[in-house]
Nanobody
Framework: QVRLVESGGGSVQAGGSLRLSCAVN????????MAWARQTPGKEREVVAG???????YYADAVKGRFVISRDTSKNTMYLVMNSLKPEDAGMYYC??????????????????????WGQGTQVTVSS
């Protein structure tokens, strides 16, 4: 069992920044690949950034150069720093983890179906 708890969401003006956190608790499983995904009403959940335990990162084109994903294994926490936020970045942001010990390559890391554990989400609002 893997428990993921997101925090750090809120409201920000366009151009501003936010840092999301995901607290990770692993009772059973081997978590090596993790990700942040977002979803807006009527749209499919999309993975915006992924990270492997060795620090390898992957980004969706929409956020590349603006978002930074990282993880602190000593604190069992993953982060997403979001800079230069745009109104289209608004949505519910979810933390995701694969607990099967898999290395997810560049394509799978940005595929929401590759992850078998999800948090409850934290809301991000961006006003123009």
């Amino acid at each position: 069992q893997v428990r993921l708890v997101e925090s750090g969401g809120g409201s920000v003006q366009a151009g501003g920044s936010l840092r999301l956190s995901c607290a990770v608790n692993v009772d059973r499983g081997d978590v090596r690949s993790m990700a942040w995904a977002r979803q807006t009403p009527g749209k499919e959940r999309e993975v915006v950034a992924g990270i492997y335990i060795d620090g390898t990162t992957y980004y969706a084109d929409a956020v590349k150069g603006r978002f930074v994903i990282s993880r602190d294994t000593s604190k069992n926490t993953m982060y997403l720093v979001m800079n230069s936020l745009k109104p289209e970045d608004a949505g519910m942001y979810y933390c995701a983890a694969d607990s099967r010990g898999l290395y997810l390559g560049p394509h799978q890391a940005l595929n929401r179906r590759a992850y078998n554990n999800w948090g409850q989400g934290t809301q991000v609002t961006v006003s123009s």
